[in-house]
């Protein structure tokens, strides 16, 4: 779509928004680029234009990104597993931290186009896998700053072979 015919969508959106019938429209087209036609005007007149509605209360919006948002959590292992893929995302262990790149990784790992539809079986294998690699960064992550032990109840261990909940626990209190 050209810019020209992209702001002459952009203001007759905002003529809807602004609920201007059509005199008041033509008039303000008329005072603020001497015409009263937005097929004449160029893209600077455009602009003007576009300045104008804004300055009466036209919202530009965003359009979507198309990222699907995780819906609200039901306490399932499905939502765990969406709980981590955020914690990955926030931490920069991922890119994207949406609902469909979540969607498609475990397509990678269990060949089910959506992480809702996973059962019994394959939600364990993806959540697993998903824990594996999340203490796998963590761990990185850890000894890269010097820490190559960590102390549980009763026990010592490596960074590197400690369980995930050990990791977690000392990646969220020794990392900024």
């Known amino acids: 779509m050209s810019i020209k015919r992209g702001l002459i969508t952009k203001i007759h ?32 007149q455009l602009e003007r234009v576009m300045d104008e509605m804004k300055d009466k209360g036209f919202k530009v919006r965003k359009a979507s990104s198309g990222r ?21 995302y926030q931490q920069g262990f991922v890119r994207d931290g949406s609902e469909s790149a979540l969607d498609a ?8 186009s959506h992480v809702g539809w996973l059962k019994d079986g394959s939600l364990a294998q993806v ?11 963590m761990a990185i992550k850890l000894i890269a700053e010097g820490y190559t032990v960590l102390k549980g109840h009763r026990k010592v261990w490596s960074t590197e072979k400690a369980p995930y909940e050990y990791v977690k626990s000392a990646f969220e209190e020794l990392m900024p």
């Open 68 to 88: 699907r948002l995780s819906p609200k959590s039901k306490g399932t292992g499905i939502d765990k597993i969406r709980a981590i893929w955020i914690t990955m």
């Open 127 to 137: 959540l697993e896998s998903l824990k594996n690699w999340h203490r796998r960064e």
């Open 13 to 44: 959106v905002a003529k809807a928004q602004l609920k201007m019938d059509e005199d008041s429209y033509r008039n303000l087209l008329q005072r603020v680029t001497g015409t009263n036609s937005c097929a004449g005007m160029n893209v600077e």
């Open 105 to 112: 990784y475990v397509s990678r790992i269990v060949n089910v």
